[in-house]
């Protein structure tokens, strides 16, 4: 099986920055694509940015400028940092993962969600 755990949510005003970060887990072989994604209450989920074990990245265009997706492979770990950020910001934050696991085949999986709220 594999776990994703999100970290680094909390309360920020309006302008201020967080760095997101996620942890993969378990029967692990490979991460090919890992991002974020957020569901505002009443809204559809979006996705925030992915980036490719390349490093190839994707933006909402939306937050292009403002936020930024890196991992580090090696320990299967993605980040999110943003910046300037908005109260429409506020919401909770998914991590998923496309895994190629250890001689199991392949799967997609979300993490709990870590939340993000802006204000002053």
């Known amino acids: 099986q594999v776990q994703l755990v999100e970290s680094g949510g909390g309360l920020v005003q309006p302008g201020g920055s967080l760095r997101l970060s996620c942890a993969a887990s378990?029967?692990?072989?490979?991460?090919?694509?890992m991002g974020w994604y957020r569901q505002a209450p009443g809204k559809q989920r979006e996705l925030v940015a992915s980036i490719t074990s390349g490093g190839s990245t994707n933006y909402a265009d939306s937050l292009k400028g403002r936020f930024t997706i890196s991992r580090d492979n090696a320990k299967n770990t993605v980040f999110l940092q943003m910046n300037s950020l908005k109260p429409e910001d506020t919401t909770d934050y998914c991590c998923?993962?496309?895994?190629?696991?250890?001689?199991?085949?392949?799967?997609?999986?979300w993490g709990q969600g870590t939340q993000v709220t802006v204000s002053s």
């Open positions: 998923n993962a496309d895994v190629l696991k250890l001689g199991l085949g392949r799967g997609n999986y």
């Open positions: 378990g029967s692990i072989f490979s991460i090919r694509v």
